[in-house]
């Protein structure tokens, strides 16, 4: 079954097989080779004073929950003598990725082509096609019913049926989407670090992500018809 803590065991096994810290690994094998200015650690992030705080509306008002830096650079969280396979959940590989959207769909290229984006391979095609077969099926909201290994199956944008696979982010504060149209040239990406709640609706922040995910969807259908 899907669960947060699964991608800790898995970041700690990473680390174990390849000795290095599961935030190296992932620099030297994913992010630098896609050119992603991106880190799982917010102190080794280049332009610091360009990442966002996120925020949750309590009280009628927003409040800061996480990497509320105020531009200056933090002291990092990684123990001095983290020894490599201790304890890989100290990365946050679950979704402690701090990276734009315009990166992140670097990611998401890559695995619409297979495990190749811009001349760099990360991933084999066979592993990539493993990835995105069923390996538990359910039925949730937003037409959520299955995962792969660390891939969602659904069909949430257009209400056509038709397959989207990639991966959602909802943590302090944080919505997000990264889905590419298993048939298809479309993918859509999107981030934004808080949104105010909305108890009317029985789903309010699915909701909210299938608007943006539509919206972006509508723009790049009338940008194909116009030659873009």
Do not use: C
């Not at 065991?9 to 690994?25: A, M, N, P």
């Not at 734009?100 to 695995?111: E, H, Q």
């Not at 095609?125 to 493993?130: A, H």
């Not at 397959?163 to 040239?185: K, N, P, T």
């Amino acid at each position: 079954q899907y669960s947060n803590l699964g991608f800790g065991f898995i970041g700690t096994l990473v680390e174990k097989h390849s000795g290095q810290r599961f935030g190296d690994y992932a620099q030297r094998r994913i992010l630098k080779p896609l050119g992603m200015q991106a880190s799982f650690t917010a102190a080794d992030l280049p332009a610091i004073d360009r990442l966002a705080t996120l925020y949750r509306w309590e009280d009628d008002s927003w409040q800061a929950q996480a990497d509320d830096f105020h531009g200056r650079r933090p002291p990092s969280l990684i123990p001095p003598d983290y020894k490599p396979g201790r304890n890989g959940i100290v990365f946050s590989p679950h979704g402690g990725l701090r990276v734009s959207a315009l990166d992140l769909s670097k990611l998401l290229r890559a695995l619409m082509a297979g495990g190749f984006h811009d001349n760099a391979r990360i991933l084999r095609e066979k592993t990539v096609e493993l990835m995105r077969q069923p390996q538990w099926l359910v039925s949730a909201g937003r037409e959520f019913y299955a995962t792969g290994l660390g891939l969602h199956l659904v069909s949430p944008y257009g209400n056509n049926g038709s397959l989207w696979i990639g991966h959602s982010g909802v943590a302090s504060g944080l919505q997000s989407d990264m889905y590419y149209q298993f048939e298809g040239r479309y993918g859509v990406v999107f981030a934004t670090n808080g949104i105010k709640p909305q108890p009317k609706l029985p789903a309010p922040t699915s909701r909210f992500r299938d608007q943006i995910a539509e919206t972006v969807l509508a723009s790049m259908r009338r940008l194909t018809k116009e030659g873009w």
